[in-house]
């Protein structure tokens, strides 16, 4: 039922959305640009439901944006689509728990005794991190409250490797650091498995850094805290076994990871000569080898090496994949403008932020992108990429292959990056 009923929704915008922008995930049809609601509140709620209505249907939050306000706002999206003819059965809603700040960290503070103390981290001051069961139970609660009753439709654990980042600063050893923390995620998903045996989610996944990305979570090397994708599936065949389905029955159907045209270590891989332990192929193939749908974020604020933004291009520094108008594009705007203008078919006449779009939406391996839909002008430029045909593949893979040439001729520091 699910998927006929996104499926119906899409085919019903006619040409508004090209056939080759819908995509599955799981048992969904849903547009290739989603709805990323980082930041967005109730003054929101008009692009989220406007951009739904042009062929956006998969809308993503996480219980910790905006301190719960992220969640409300879809909510009321949901319920403004369905007064104008559009069932909550259209949209793929999809919440990520993990992060507890704000009104969850304090409402954890107050209880006594402290709940499943021996799984949180304490990861800062304002920000703490925890996926144990117990913690998922009242998360997906207050979604529920928050959304007005609405059930997720996938749930995805939001960087796990949290655990990680405390191991490291703990010293201990890599394998038993992995091993315990690919422990709780088993866990974690059990946890999914029943709830989706009980109805109230329909297939969950992680948002996470897989090794090929740049970063790690913390924001140093990215191999330490990095995750698996092939480890990822183990653990939810055997959250699947432990439910008394088949391993093939589980319920990960997603993962989510960083990727533009900076940040292109998913699609390219990196290779680092001069650190060869820690090197990563591109991690799509393997998701799409295993039947995991890849969900990107940051498709236009991207994290740079150092010396490709105007301070030291240290982490937290982000250039933004965009160009303001009547504004002189900087050196590395130019750059990208050049190396996508080169290779996206009409790249020459499209604005940086809408060839970056089309590439997003192109990539293969990629099933939806997300954007910031925080004004009319985003929606509005979005809904033009999915009405247009997806570029071709190996036109995609030659605007990263060429943004990454464009950072290595401005002689940008990547020894540790690719």
């Known amino acids: 039922f699910a998927m006929a009923a996104t499926r119906k929704f899409l085919e019903g915008l006619g040409s508004a959305i090209h056939p080759s922008n819908v995509r599955r995930i799981g048992p969904f049809s849903v547009g290739s640009i989603g709805v990323g609601c980082y930041r967005m509140k109730m003054e929101h709620v008009p692009m989220i439901a406007g951009a739904v209505t042009k062929g956006m249907n998969f809308i993503d939050t996480a219980a910790h944006y905006e301190d719960g306000a992220s969640e409300v706002a879809v909510g009321a999206a949901l319920q403004i689509l369905q007064q104008n003819k559009i069932p909550r059965e259209a949209c793929v809603v999809c919440t990520k728990y993990g992060h507890l700040e704000g009104r969850s960290l304090a409402k954890y503070q107050a209880a006594q005794p402290a709940p499943y103390?021996?799984?949180?981290?304490?990861?800062?001051?304002?920000?703490?991190?925890?996926i144990a069961p117990a913690y998922l139970e009242a998360e997906l609660e207050g979604t529920e409250k928050r959304m007005g009753g609405v059930n997720p439709d996938?749930?995805?654990?939001?960087?796990?490797?949290?655990?990680?980042?405390?191991?490291?600063?703990?010293?201990?050893?890599?394998?038993?650091?992995h091993e315990e923390?690919?422990?709780?995620?088993?866990?974690?998903?059990?946890?999914?498995?029943?709830?989706?045996?009980?109805?109230?989610?329909?297939?969950?996944?992680?948002?996470?850094?897989?090794?090929?990305?740049?970063?790690?979570?913390?924001g140093g090397s990215n191999v330490y805290e990095s995750m698996d994708v092939e480890r990822l599936v183990l653990a939810a065949r055997d959250a699947a076994t432990a439910v008394g389905k088949g391993i093939s029955e589980h319920g990960m159907a997603a993962v989510q990871l960083p990727l533009n045209l900076v940040e292109s270590g998913a699609v390219l891989g990196r290779p680092l000569p001069k650190y060869p332990h820690a090197a990563a192929p591109p991690c799509l193939p393997v998701a799409q080898r295993l039947g995991v749908a890849v969900i990107t974020n940051r498709p236009l604020n991207a994290i740079p090496p150092s010396g490709a933004a105007p301070s030291d291009g240290s982490w937290g520094q982000h250039v933004r994949l965009a160009q303001k108008p009547n504004k002189p594009a900087s050196a590395t705007t130019a750059i990208f403008s050049k190396a996508v203008g080169g290779v996206v078919p009409g790249g020459s006449d499209l604005s940086l932020q809408e060839a970056a779009l089309r590439v997003a939406a192109g990539t293969p391996g990629v099933d939806v992108a997300l954007v910031g839909m925080r004004q009319?002008?985003?929606?509005?430029?979005?809904?033009?990429?999915?009405?247009?045909?997806r570029i071709p593949e190996d036109a995609a893979l030659a605007a990263y292959r060429a943004a990454r040439q464009g950072l290595e001729d401005m002689q940008v520091k990547h020894e540790t990056l690719w």
């Not at 103390?117 to 925890?130: A, F, I, N």
């Not at 709780?184 to 009980?198: L, N, P």
């Not at 929606?379 to 009405?387: D, I, P, S, Y």
Request: aromatic letters at 14%; glycine letters at 4%; charged letters at 20%.
């Open 117 to 130: 103390h021996e799984d949180v981290v304490q990861y800062s001051q304002v920000s703490w991190h925890c």
């Open 154 to 177: 996938m749930v995805l654990l939001h960087n796990p490797e949290f655990f990680l980042s405390q191991c490291k600063k703990d010293r201990v050893p890599v394998a038993e650091a």
């Open 181 to 218: 923390m690919y422990a709780r995620i088993t866990k974690a998903f059990t946890f999914f498995e029943q709830q989706i045996q009980q109805g109230r989610i329909k297939s969950y996944g992680v948002s996470t850094n897989t090794r090929s990305c740049f970063f790690s979570v913390s």
């Open 376 to 389: 009319k002008e985003y929606v509005e430029e979005a809904a033009a990429v999915l009405g247009e045909e």
